[in-house]
């Protein structure tokens, strides 16, 4: 089971011993005595909960809660569990307005405080698994269209940064409306799955990005790939969906079941394209490829559009 990450922030030597000595053993720990070191590893480290005094040497922890609520493209989004000895019910209204999950009174009741931990942990898990779920595509099991937009506009921005090209593979499934008339809806599904696990074989890179774009077509964002890899791996995808051999009797392009892909590459990088008018040239390049009589690959360079949209 995954590891969990706790930040300590405490500057007093022996509530930080005793805190190390009740969850060192099921939780990575780091410590900071100071809001400045606190802030600089919620930077650094993936840190999944903070237990937080008020009272630091160099400002009031509050501080911390704040400013990792604002910025959260900056630090770590952990669950915050502000500890004092304050009794004041003012300190416990603040925290909980500045963000925190939840306030723990000193001096700390070390199987409470492993109580209270492990709620927050489980709501992280709870969060992650949803958040998981929102963006898989409940019939195929690849990305769905909101985790490929996400993905294609943080892409872009991380290719345009490196100075990398980026392809957009757009596929749509050969006549599949009379695919579906001629062997039923339900076997329509099943082969729109075998298309999406084939696309996840060929690829199959780290940083590709597999996804349902709607009905029967697919997308892949190919980071960091230029035209002349991301038109191989396009046909190697094509040629499996051949090997496949999924009779498609009714078709007029082939007896089995075939794609037609339109593919761009961003080239050169620094034009100010957005990822929406990335998307449209792909689907030109598509409905060019569906033109030219299907099952094929067409690409192109991405070309400075007036306006799109
Ligand atoms: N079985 C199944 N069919 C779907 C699903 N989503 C979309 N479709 C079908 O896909 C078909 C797409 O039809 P069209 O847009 O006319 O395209 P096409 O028949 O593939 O024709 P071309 O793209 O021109 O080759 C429609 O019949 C949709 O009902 C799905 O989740 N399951």
């Known amino acids: ?41 919620l930077i650094e480290k993936k840190i999944d909960i903070v237990l937080l005094d008020l009272n630091l040497p160099d400002g009031n922890g509050l501080d911390i809660c704040k400013m990792v609520r604002d910025d959260r493209e900056t630090y770590s989004n952990p669950a915050i569990i502000v500890m004092t000895g304050s009794r004041d019910s ?16 000193k001096p700390l009741h070390n199987q409470i405080l492993k109580a209270r931990i492990e709620i927050q942990v489980d709501l992280l898990r709870k969060t992650a698994l949803l958040n998981k ?12 269209r909101r985790a490929f937009d996400e993905s294609l506009v943080r892409e872009w921005h991380r290719c345009k940064r490196a100075g990398q090209p980026l392809s957009l ?6 006549e599949f409306k009379k695919y579906n008339d001629a062997y039923g809806h339900t076997s329509g599904d099943m082969c729109l799955r075998q298309v999406a696990k084939l696309l996840i074989e060929v690829f199959k890179r780290a940083s590709d990005l597999v996804a349902r774009f709607g009905g029967e077509e697919f997308a892949v964002i190919m980071p960091n ?11 190697i995808a094509l040629g499996k969906m051949v090997e496949k051999n999924i009779p498609h009797q009714t078709s007029s392009v082939h007896d089995v079941v075939t ?29 060019n490829a569906k033109k030219e009589g299907r099952a094929r690959i067409m690409p192109a360079f991405t070309q400075q559009v007036a306006s799109v949209f």
């Open 133 to 144: 779920l929102a963006r898989i595509d409940g019939l195929t099991e690849v990305a769905n």
């Open 225 to 235: 790939t230029d035209q002349k890899d991301a038109i191989a791996l396009a046909n």
């Open 169 to 174: 593979l757009l596929i749509d499934v050969d």
């Open 90 to 105: 003012d300190d416990e209204l603040r925290s909980l307005e500045y963000g925190a999950n939840d306030f723990i009174s």
């Open 1 to 41: 089971m995954e590891r969990h990450q706790i930040l300590i922030v405490e500057d007093d030597p022996v509530n930080i011993n005793v805190l190390v000595g009740t969850l060192r053993d099921d939780y990575t720990v780091f410590i900071a005595k100071t809001k400045e070191k606190a802030l600089k590893l």
């Open 259 to 287: 794609f037609s892909g339109g593919l761009i590459t961003t080239f050169p990088v620094d034009i100010d394209l957005t990822a929406e008018e990335i998307i449209h040239q792909a689907d030109v390049q598509l409905y």
